[in-house]
């Protein structure tokens, strides 16, 4: 996989920089005959765009999405789907303090360290701007998962030390926060909006569910499809760590105690007791939920004074000036549920080609007849 693409059979790359002329994504493998109404498409960057709320940055982006080609009388034609986000607010003038400074926590001295040279404007594709491509490519997604039966819901489940303790996924978009539950979005706004004032911001955790995908999804040894869902939500820009299932708690657990009893349910399905494993086992979907976490850190750009050097090694003290989000999490939201999207289409398309059908090879026999 190239450095800005992602996916073998259902194959996204973007281009464009935070303060250039547009940012966009090109789909090569989406299939042909796919209804896709672009007021759809519309709808996953408009969750995702700039100035929703308190907790977002007030940059005033429209985030129009244009479909330039593999489109043809509200159809995918098989051809790729090239599609185009203008700037419309960009100003790169506010970032001229920091041509010669390394901004603590972002990309700056990695990029420079790597290319010699950076793009100083907001960091350019290390942008958290360069996800609305990703958002738009995630929308092509799931419209062809849908169709398929599967669905892809995430929410802020944690800000700070605010932890959502129910899910009601209906809830999410009804709240600034994005949360599944009523009660901790209200907590998770008050800390934000409190550390906003004080010149900080916050970190959290999102969680990501697909139901409906089917067993079978995944190859062997490499290509597990928890492998590509880590690192598909690890290449999120503010995203420092990734978990399945139980995750990281299961490190604290007997053999005994994270043993997760098979059964069928009497239809020829194959069930989990607990799901521990997220829906994944072996690298492959078992048909059970999948559910991933992934932890977001803090915005890097606050408005404390921060210890930094510029271009000649020299220490440097730096205030950061310009629009930035407070808490990252309810942008993020609609991004990881894009990337996921992306993973699962790549993999659907995968099994397609090895075995002609979406689903698994193999079945269970059904249930004995009682006498």
């Known amino acids: 996989m190239a450095g800005s693409a992602w996916g073998r059979y259902f194959r996204v790359m973007t281009f464009g920089e935070s303060h250039g002329p547009a940012l966009g994504a090109v789909i090569d493998g989406c299939p042909p005959g796919l209804s896709l109404d672009q007021a759809l498409l519309q709808q996953d960057l408009d969750r995702r765009r700039?100035?929703?709320?308190?907790?977002?940055?007030?940059?005033?982006?429209?985030?129009?999405?244009?479909?330039?080609s593999g489109l043809f009388e509200g159809k995918t034609t098989g051809t790729p789907i090239a599609m185009v986000i203008y700037n419309q607010d960009a100003d790169p003038a506010a970032y001229d303090h920091l041509r010669e400074v390394f901004r603590p926590g972002h990309g700056d001295l990695a990029y420079f360290l790597k290319y010699g040279t950076r793009d100083h404007r907001g960091g350019g594709r290390a942008s958290g701007r360069e996800t609305a491509a990703r958002v738009a490519a995630g929308a092509v997604a799931r419209?062809?998962?849908?169709?398929?039966?599967?669905?892809?819901?995430?929410?802020?489940?944690?800000?700070?030390?605010?932890?959502a303790r129910s899910r009601d996924w209906d809830e999410v978009e009804r709240n600034v926060m994005r949360a599944p539950e009523s009660e901790a979005a209200e907590l998770m706004e008050a800390l934000v909006n409190e550390l906003k004032e004080e010149g900080d911001s916050a970190g959290g955790v999102i969680e990501v569910l697909a139901r409906g995908v089917p067993a079978g999804l995944g190859e062997p040894v490499f290509g597990k499809l928890d492998a590509d869902l880590a690192g598909a939500l690890m290449s999120i820009g503010a995203v420092k760590g990734v978990e399945i299932g139980d995750g990281f708690e299961t490190a604290s657990r007997?053999?005994?105690?994270?043993?997760?009893?098979?059964?069928?349910d009497g239809e020829g399905k194959v069930r989990t007791r607990f799901n521990r494993a997220g829906g994944i086992l072996a690298g492959i979907s078992t048909g059970e939920d999948i559910i991933a976490r992934i932890a977001v850190k803090p915005t890097s750009s606050i408005g404390l004074e921060q210890q930094t050097i510029?271009?000649?090694?020299?220490?440097?003290?730096?205030?950061?000036?310009?629009?930035?989000d407070p808490c990252l999490c309810p942008r993020i939201v609609p991004v990881a549920e894009a990337m996921v999207l992306i993973v699962l289409a790549d993999h659907l398309l995968a099994q397609r080609a090895k075995t002609g059908i979406p689903g698994p090879a193999g079945s269970l026999p059904p249930p004995p007849l009682e006498k």
């Open 50 to 68: 700039p100035g929703q709320s308190g907790v977002t940055t007030p940059r005033s982006e429209p985030d129009r999405v244009e479909v330039l």
């Open 143 to 163: 419209a062809f998962l849908a169709e398929h039966g599967v669905r892809v819901i995430a929410g802020t489940i944690q800000v700070g030390s605010v932890v």
């Open 254 to 264: 007997r053999g005994s105690e994270n043993a997760d009893p098979i059964f069928s």
């Open 310 to 324: 510029d271009r000649q090694g020299r220490s440097a003290p730096l205030e950061i000036r310009g629009r930035h």
